[in-house]
């Protein structure tokens, strides 16, 4: 693989999840590995992530942390708040849902940390091993989750527009910062990524798969919506990626914030089938 597909793949991790990675051919790993790390660490000072043909018929990539890891290490356990941390193991959790998953050491399985001994391995079946198709499915079904893992622990904060149109922002409450926390959250593009493995690349209310619609070339247009918006909580809580995240329609998230307080998506669903 040249340069310049490795390019698009570095531009494919940030469209994707918003984080600024770097990326080569691995000088050490056999087998046409491919190596990618976070842009601001040299690579072997924070996380590495390695995809590389395993056998006749399987990818594996690896995460691990490098030899000089120690300070990103440490900016991790000072800074990484309980939510990224669910985040985190969610989307790792759903990795070994789809995949063959491993985690070292064996006792962190359910519950892992950010250590130097930290290893994760995940496996994927694929037709052509050496096939670039297969491999940027691999890189985008199973490395960009863990890329979008280690982002939010790290703490990479994501660029969010800040301009909508006056009447988009009908069903919100102007001007404060709560509000502005829960919109950053819902376009959060890491939790887009986990909401979409969970649920499905269909809205949870009408249905409608975009793309079927509007066709492949365009990807996804699905919006991502906390069932509970954190600003109608009363004190703060950490939410749980399965139960209180939902793909929506632009449409129907639209509609699900055009009432104060936020209808629920069974209520939008129920007027729907009226």
């Known amino acids: 693989m040249d340069a310049s597909k490795i390019e698009a793949i570095v531009n494919t991790v940030y469209n994707s999840i918003g984080a600024h990675i770097r990326g080569s051919k691995s000088p050490v790993e056999a087998r046409k590995a491919l190596v990618f790390w976070f842009?601001?660490?040299?690579?072997g000072a924070g996380p590495t992530f390695t995809i590389h043909p395993t056998g006749l018929k399987w990818h594996t990539v690896i995460l691990k942390l490098g030899a000089y890891a120690s300070?990103?290490?440490?900016?991790?356990?000072?800074h990484a708040q309980p939510e990224s941390y669910q985040l985190a193991h969610a989307l790792i959790?759903?990795?070994?849902k789809e995949y063959n998953?491993?985690?070292?050491p064996q006792e962190k399985q359910s519950n892992w940390q950010v250590t130097d001994d930290l290893t994760i391995e995940v496996k994927r079946k694929v037709s052509n091993p050496h096939d670039e198709m297969d491999i940027l499915e691999s890189i985008h079904q199973m490395m960009i989750p863990l890329i979008a893992a280690m982002a939010e622990?790290?703490?990479y904060r994501v660029e969010v527009e800040a301009d909508k149109p006056s009447d988009e922002t009908d069903g919100y409450i102007d001007g404060t910062l709560t509000q502005s926390i829960i919109l950053k959250r819902e376009r959060n593009p890491r939790n887009r990524l986990l909401c979409l493995k969970i649920h499905g690349e269909h809205c949870g209310v009408c249905g409608d798969d975009p793309r079927v619609i509007y066709g492949n070339d365009?990807?996804?247009i699905l919006e991502v919506h906390h069932i509970e918006p954190?600003?109608?909580a009363d004190t703060p809580k950490a939410y749980n990626p399965r139960k209180d995240l939902i793909p929506l329609c632009p449409n129907c998230h639209r509609a699900i914030h055009k009432r104060i307080p936020a209808m629920l998506p069974s209520e939008l669903k129920e007027q729907l089938e009226r």
């Open 39 to 43: 842009e601001n660490y040299d690579r």
């Open 93 to 96: 959790e759903q990795l070994g």
């Open 71 to 78: 300070p990103c290490i440490q900016h991790i356990a000072s």
């Open 101 to 104: 998953l491993k985690i070292n």
């Open 153 to 155: 622990l790290i703490g």
């Open 218 to 220: 365009l990807g996804t």
């Open 230 to 232: 954190l600003s109608e």
